[in-house]
């Protein structure tokens, strides 16, 4: 059987504070129509196969998120058979997209199905945690907002978005999660709470959507990297409705209500950035 793992855009988020080992983020989110593709297969051999087409630089061993979360499943449930497999990357790794959570997440999910588990969502998050602060939402899905790194973990659902054609573009620059956060200056985050742009996703208002769009990575993300606002440039010459960077970065998305106008602004991109697509909001 194949499964399709999506990516995510965090269409807001701002940096509330730090904690003690992490920092307090609220999010809203929502899955698109980039995919990663997976078959996955029993063994009866107690063995753990994973290959990946695609993306040769992408570990297939126990530091692969989907080895990590076949291992989980394995040793939390006493699981003595095996499991193959095989992986279609579509989603750049290092993007911001969330493609390795994802691809987690889907395991997580199919596992649960054939090895009979039986495991409700809430104790299937539960047990993802240690795995990643993304696979509780890669999980759940749909168009939602939370606030990670609070003792509820609790995530609101929001409507689906209007019709819209969103772009996106990676320029191919490699943004840590460590140098991301040391970047922050905790005098200019959280100053955007997102509740207008929550606001207008439940008034399905795509225009005010676009024009709330946020993201505290973005205050020094595009200064380090100025490819970062070239991007943007092109998306708005092109009649985008907002546009902003999607997890640390760096990839860039813009939210457009004309086919014609995201597909120009694809084409423009597309004469230097490789990684540039034109997707929907699922």
């Given amino acids: 059987m194949i499964y399709k793992s999506p990516a995510k855009l965090n269409l807001g988020l701002s940096i509330i504070k730090k904690l003690d080992k992490y920092h307090q983020v609220k999010c ?26 695609n993306c040769p630089t992408l570990a297939s061993d ?29 989603i750049p790794i290092g993007s911001g997209l969330g493609g390795g959570s994802s691809n987690a997440a889907v395991v997580l999910k199919a596992l649960n199905k054939i090895w ?22 890669s999980l759940i899905g749909g168009v939602k907002s939370e606030i990670q790194g609070d003792d509820s973990g609790d995530f609101i659902s929001l409507p689906s978005l209007p019709k819209c054609y969103i772009i996106l573009c990676f320029p191919d620059i490699f943004i840590s999660t460590t140098t991301a956060f040391n970047q922050i200056d905790y005098k200019t985050v959280n100053k955007n709470n997102l509740d207008n742009l929550i606001s207008s996703i439940n008034t399905q208002d795509l225009k005010t959507i676009g024009q709330n769009l946020h993201n505290d990575f973005d ?10 606002n070239q991007i943007k440039s092109v ?3 092109n009649k985008a409705l907002g546009v902003s960077i999607t997890g640390k970065g760096p990839t860039v998305f813009g939210i457009f209500d004309n086919l014609k106008l995201a597909q120009k602004a694809k084409s423009d991109l597309l004469s230097t950035y490789k990684n540039t697509f034109l997707v929907k909001p699922l």
Avoid: C, E
């Avoid at 809203?28 to 297969?41: E, N």
């Avoid at 126990?62 to 992986?87: C, E, H, R």
């Avoid at 009979?116 to 939402?137: E, Q, T, V």
């Fill in 28 to 53: 809203v989110y929502t899955q698109i129509s980039l995919f990663d593709y997976l078959s996955i297969r029993s063994l009866k051999s107690n063995t753990i196969k994973i290959k990946i087409k």
């Fill in 116 to 137: 009979h588990l039986n495991l409700s969502l809430s104790k299937l998050i539960n047990l993802a945690k240690p795995l990643g602060i993304d696979l509780p939402y």
């Fill in 62 to 90: 126990k530091n692969n998120l989907i080895y990590q979360a076949v291992d989980l499943l394995k040793q939390k449930f006493n699981i003595k058979t095996g499991v193959s497999i095989n992986l279609i990357k579509n």
């Fill in 219 to 228: 205050i020094w993300t595009s200064k380090k990297y100025p490819v970062i």
């Fill in 235 to 237: 998306m708005i010459n």
